[in-house]
T-cell receptor, first 114, second 111 residues
């Protein structure tokens, strides 16, 4: 069963506009959430994270929002740049069980058009 | 700092062959793990290690073995390759904080 779901396989936005990537999860024990970015032929790189005690975390152009009651998180990129074009993975872990056992979504391919 | 390195980058195997995917990290991280990435499935955890001498199974461990004799190295062994093991394999390391550093991946094709 896929405990972390990214229902949009792809997203295309214009340079300078906002990109919103969504992620839903089913396991209420997940307590820590991460976004990774992946370019072709490279490994994923960590982008931003949020723990369940927060509902928002911001790092420059990237903001992650967490809605625990809806089991939903989103990544906002403002403004979007062509270099942001990549596959974005949402991941979640249950630190009380095993901090190292991250469950990943299937990814969303973001294309930012100049 | 090389970070997390993986060899080989690409490998073709015949069904039934065995091989070892190498992974090394130079950041002195306690945690190391192996993931496989398949289309439409995201990354799935195969095995992980919380320190030298300690390993455990992840979400999809069948057909794979691991060992952790040193902090730096975490090889993944395929004992008898099957076409279902065609995938891209990523090794990762992390501290207790949770975010992982991933290697560049090994693309494996089993014929």
């Amino acid at each position: 069963d896929q405990q972390v779901k990214q229902n949009s396989p792809s997203l295309s936005v214009q340079e300078g506009r906002i990109s919103i990537l969504n992620c839903d999860y089913t396991n209420s024990m997940f307590d820590y959430f991460l976004w990774y970015k992946k370019y072709p032929a490279e490994g994923p790189t960590f982008l931003i994270s949020i723990s369940s005690i927060k509902d928002k975390n911001e790092d420059g152009r990237f903001t992650v929002f967490l809605n625990k009651s809806a089991k939903h998180l989103s990544l906002h990129i403002v403004p979007s740049q062509p270099g942001d074009s990549a596959v974005y993975f949402c991941a979640a872990s249950d630190p009380w069980r095993n901090n190292n056992d991250m469950r990943f979504g299937a990814g969303t391919r973001l294309t930012v058009k100049p | 700092n090389a970070g997390v390195t993986q060899t080989p980058k690409f490998q073709v195997l015949k069904t039934g062959q065995s091989m070892t995917l190498q992974c090394a990290q130079d950041m002195n991280h306690e945690y190391m793990s192996w993931y496989r990435q398949d289309p439409g499935m995201g990354l799935r955890l195969i095995h992980y290690s919380v320190g030298a001498g300690i390993t455990d199974q992840g979400e999809v461990p069948n057909g794979y073995n691991v060992s952790r004799s040193t902090t730096e190295d975490f090889p993944l062994r395929l004992l008898s390759a099957a076409p279902s093991q065609t995938s891209v394999y990523f090794c990762a390391s992390s501290t207790t904080s949770g975010s992982s550093n991933f290697g560049p991946g090994t693309r494996l094709l089993v014929l």
